[in-house]
């Protein structure tokens, strides 16, 4: 099993020193990506982080996080076992999810950036859950959700997205959205009105990167990696 990077012994207890700005990957523990996606993604982060059962996701993969946080009912003694070298962190408090506690420590150890795995799937509600808590965060940090084939992306401003020629793309107001612009996609929009319950779905890079901005609301871009023909509708 690969071992997480060396950490020192700091005010973060055994994790730190964690350099301000590190890119943190949290795993949570839905529905599973493809090891080898879990194994990039882990390479590409300073800090590995596992909300409670995500430590056994990140176990089949044969990574060790450097820590594993939550209320821990879901962590098996197999997890524990062979995730000796981790640290442990129990907060049992019932008012907030797993996803919350590491996102509230990744706040703690000021991240810098935040990929999200494992977040969907399975349950509806978790689902449903993971994503609005997102909005609590995103000022703190950025955050991408990421899975097989997908990722998506919290705008509250304005963001450049990068995307294949030709990939699919979703807007997703969480809540009224004004002032949406979108440049570089198959069906623009300039300054519009995006009311609860209105989407954008099914719309098509056309440059990359392209641009995302709202100037009222808050926005999940969802990016896939699949093409699709020219004449692919818009669906508003």
Request: net charge positive; glycine share 10%; hydrophobic share 40%.
């Amino acid at each position: 099993m690969k071992r997480p990077p060396a950490l020192n012994a700091s005010s973060i207890g055994k994790l730190g020193p964690v350099a301000p700005g590190s890119n943190v990957l949290v795993v949570c523990n839905g529905e599973p990506p493809p090891s080898v996606l879990l194994r990039r993604w882990a390479r590409a982060a300073d800090v590995v982080l596992a909300a409670d059962g995500g430590a056994n996701m990140l176990r089949d993969a044969g990574l060790v996080p450097n820590v594993v946080i939550g209320d821990l009912d879901s962590v098996t003694p197999r997890t524990r076992r062979e995730c000796a070298s981790s640290l442990f962190i129990h907060r049992g408090s019932q008012d907030s999810t797993d996803l919350e506690k590491a996102l509230d420590f990744c706040s703690e150890m000021k991240a810098g950036s935040v990929v999200l795995a494992g977040a969907t799937g399975g349950r509806l509600d978790f689902t449903l859950g993971n994503l609005a808590v997102l909005w609590r965060y995103v000022r703190r940090f950025p955050i991408v959700v990421r899975g097989d084939g997908w990722h998506a992306l919290t705008v509250t401003r304005r963001m450049r997205i990068e995307g294949k020629r030709g990939a699919l793309v979703s807007i997703i107001p969480f809540g009224a959205c004004r002032g949406v612009t979108l440049r570089g996609l198959h069906y623009p929009l300039r300054e519009a009105a995006l009311p609860v319950g209105r989407i954008g779905a099914s719309n098509v890079v056309e440059k990359s990167p392209f641009t995302v901005s709202v100037k009222k609301g808050k926005l999940l871009v969802v990016v896939f990696d699949m093409t699709v023909p020219k004449r692919s509708s818009r669906r508003w």
